[in-house]
């Protein structure tokens, strides 16, 4: 998102650099424009008046009074200068005393080279008749060959000003006309930079007086005026001497694209620290919940233990046993091999109970089942069905090897002294022994076998190991196999 936003922001700046480039060339070519027409109707007029200056010296001020009337705002002062450099005449009055003018530019330029009939346009000069500051349009009178004076249309500077006032060039920018001599001519800015120029000559170093570059030109670089970092379009009049300059301040033009900018980076940032406070939720959601998770899993565990270990004995719960029966059943099916079942119950146990108590017929119940885990294999399941009654499955186990099993559990645990709060005491079991058979048999026949073959042990006196009905597996007949008579 920021790398986008960067991209966009940066093409975005180009852009307006672009358009404000634009328009301070476009001011410039109006600028010129304007100069360019005032200077000629300056130059036509100094032309025109000039005339009647030599050719007819009676009209003349009434001549001088008519152009006035038609132009009077633009002109503060028609003069004529004589060939000592005296004023003799003044639009603004009659002349009294003597006002020497020779040390004017104009009069020096015009006096020494009399033949070349040039229009000159003077740096800013204050008027010693008029008071004001204003720019000279001056051009030499010659009668009959010979330099008798020098005739002076003069334009306030304000005349400039404000017309540059009225174009909006922005609180920071500035538009100025400036003299090949780098001597500014007119400026105008809201920043206070008017009519104030005395004294003032620019840098040589900037662009627009360097001749080897183009007449017109657009760059970015420090204003020759406040030396601020400014945008500056300029045009050179060639033939006047002159250069309009438009200054446009990047603050100015930048503003509403910072604004707009600075908007955008703020949403940035809400957005960035929204969607990381987001993430950083999602990150503790997800790790409470695989917490959870995992609890669920000790938690699930833990009960899944509870419920398929016998509480009191240790022993593989029914349910679990029940289980493990299917799944060696399923196992031996698909791989074609054995599997015995034995089926074993507590003789008289009730009478145990009823003689020494409860808790010392528990004691006896998780004694018998450490006994026959001590014979059984690792992969046997020893597993208690309920009371007093026991089953053990015997993976990869004929039935003879089954009804071996079965006899060496009934002999440890006949033989075994099993200690108790009541003082010692003996038991026995009775077993029923099943093999599954090759085909057609499930792990509830083979239940149902076992269950009655420990039945018939039962039957047939108790402490001993009968096995099921022939045709299973383990080699038996139609009686019950009993391993103690
Ligand atoms: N102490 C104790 N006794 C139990 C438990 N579960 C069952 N019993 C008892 O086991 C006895 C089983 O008695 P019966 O079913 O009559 O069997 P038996 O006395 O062992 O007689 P046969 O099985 O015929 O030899 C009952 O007295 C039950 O109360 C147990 O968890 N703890």
Known sequence: MWVALNAWLNHEQVLVEQAAGNDA??????????????????DALVQD???????????FEEVVREELQVYGNMIAQVAVINAAGRLVYSSLGPVTGNVDLSGREHFQVHLENPSQDKLFISKPVLGRVSGIWSIQFTRPIVDEGK?????????????????YRKINVG??????????????????????????????????????????????GLYRGASAFDRVDSLVAYRRLEHTGLIVLVQLSPTDY???????????LFSATVTSALLFAFAIFLYFVTRQHLGNTAALKQSYSALRQLVSVDLLTGARSRGDFLEALETEFSRAE???TELSLIWLDLDHFKRVNDTYGHPVGDTVLSQV?????????????????????????????????????????????????????????????????????????????????????????????????????????????????????
């Open 254 to 264: 930048l503003s509403s694209f910072n604004e707009r900018r600075q908007f955008l």
């Open 334 to 336: 698909r791989h074609g």
């Open 171 to 216: 609180p920071s920018g500035l538009i100025a006309l400036v003299g090949k001599d780098r001597i500014p001519r007119a400026v105008a800015s809201k920043s206070g930079l008017n009519t104030t120029l005395d004294g003032i000559v620019l840098s040589q170093d900037e662009p627009y007086f360097d001749n080897t570059n183009p007449a017109e």
């Open 369 to 485: 089942t450490t006994l026959c885990n001590g014979v059984l294999r690792a992969h046997d399941v020893f597993g208690r069905l309920g009371g007093e009654e026991f089953g053990v499955i015997l993976p990869h186990t004929n039935g003879m090897d089954a009804l071996d099993v079965a006899e060496k559990l009934r002999k440890i645990v006949e033989k075994a002294v099993i200690p108790t709060d009541r003082g010692p005491l003996q038991v026995s079991i009775s077993c029923g022994v099943s093999s599954m058979l090759p085909v057609g048999d499930s792990p509830s026949q083979l239940i149902v076998r076992a269950d009655d073959a420990l039945y018939k042990a039962k039957h047939a006196g108790r402490n001993r190991v009968c096995a099921a009905y022939a045709g299973e597996t383990m080699r038996s007949s139609n009686k019950p196999v009993d391993s103690k008579t």
């Open 25 to 42: 060339m476009n001011l410039t070519i109006a600028f010129e424009a304007h100069i360019q027409s005032v200077v000629r109707y300056a």
């Open 147 to 163: 330099f008798v004076g020098v005739f002076v249309i003069s334009i306030p500077i304000n005349f400039f000003t404000d017309f």
């Open 49 to 59: 008046i000039r005339e009647d200056v030599v050719e007819d010296p009676n009209d």
